[in-house]
């Protein structure tokens, strides 16, 4: 495997030498899945690395004292947080769900190019017309396969910017409160009083958020690197390399038909997209490693 990862980026293929990367090409695509995980990983995406820091993080909180003699703010805090995890489960799921419709997507554009040039291959020799001829056919699915590959790690850097700040405590003033009130806070001013409850309560619940939210952004870029291994790489990268197998299998008739900016084009996105194949796995396991 090394050998045709060297070729790939040093050699340039004439039609023989197409024949036999064609071979190796499908070599790969009938073989990985019985070499090993190695080969052809799945990748699973964790999200209880998320739910799980978020709560350690507002368990690292302090409980204030709401009011005095107040016995149930730690009660709260733990029923708060457990709520809180939960709907964060949830709505990271839904990303997830929406991530892997996108992945189907992907593999439907790649499909529908593919059927589509495959339309006008037949029609050659046909007074039949077609909705589109071959070289824009390929081009198109070159097209198609370059939006695919800018996604993928090891063909593109991803690129891990610093998020912005969190948002800043807004309580003005100690959360908790340790001494008892005036009287007349209790009977002329129980309006500013009950506010002041209020104040320290948000406080308490932004403050838990606000540190849960710290120690899971720390999984952010680890979960996003699992959601595109285990749709991408697991699941649409197979639908690539097989877009890219037929038309291989063709290459004298293409060679034909296209110009040979075109075909270059396309052997510049296949052997892009072989070189994944075989070597994205040590690539993933390198860069989750680096993320852990």
């Known amino acids: 495997m090394i050998y045709v990862y060297d070729t790939i980026f040093g050699t340039t293929y004439d039609s023989k030498n197409m024949r036999w990367c064609l071979a190796i090409l499908f070599f790969g695509l009938s073989s990985t899945a019985c070499l090993g995980q190695k080969c052809e990983p799945t990748y699973g995406v964790d999200f209880e690395l998320l739910t799980s820091a978020y709560a350690a993080g507002a368990e690292q909180f302090p409980t204030p004292t709401i009011e005095l003699n107040d016995r149930s703010a730690c009660k709260f805090g733990m029923k708060y947080t457990n709520d809180v995890t939960a709907y964060i489960e949830s ?154 197998a037929e038309v291989l299998s063709e290459a004298d008739l293409f060679q034909r038909h296209c110009t040979n900016e075109t075909w270059g084009s396309f052997q510049d996105v296949a052997f892009k997209v072989a070189a994944l194949s075989h070597h994205l796995h040590e690539a993933l396991e390198n860069y989750n490693a680096c993320l852990a």
């Open 91 to 244: 709505l990271f799921l839904n990303v997830y769900l929406q991530a892997d419709q996108t992945g189907n997507q992907l593999i439907k554009a790649v499909k529908d190019r593919s059927n589509v040039l495959r339309r006008a291959i037949l029609s050659i020799g046909n007074m039949k017309q077609t909705e589109i001829g071959i070289e824009e056919g390929l081009k198109s699915l070159i097209g198609q396969i370059n939006l695919f590959l800018n996604l993928l790690p090891g063909n593109v850097d991803i690129k891990f910017a610093a998020l912005p700040d969190l948002p800043k405590e807004p309580v003005n003033g100690p959360l908790s409160i340790n001494k008892e009130l005036s009287a007349a806070d209790y009977f002329l001013h129980w309006a500013e009083t009950a506010d002041s409850v209020f104040v320290r309560l948000y406080g308490y619940i932004t403050g838990m958020f606000l540190s849960g939210w710290s120690n899971a952004r720390l999984y952010f870029n680890l979960v996003g690197t699992q959601i595109r291994n285990q749709v991408l790489n697991s699941i649409a990268l197979k639908n690539y390399k097989f877009a890219v």
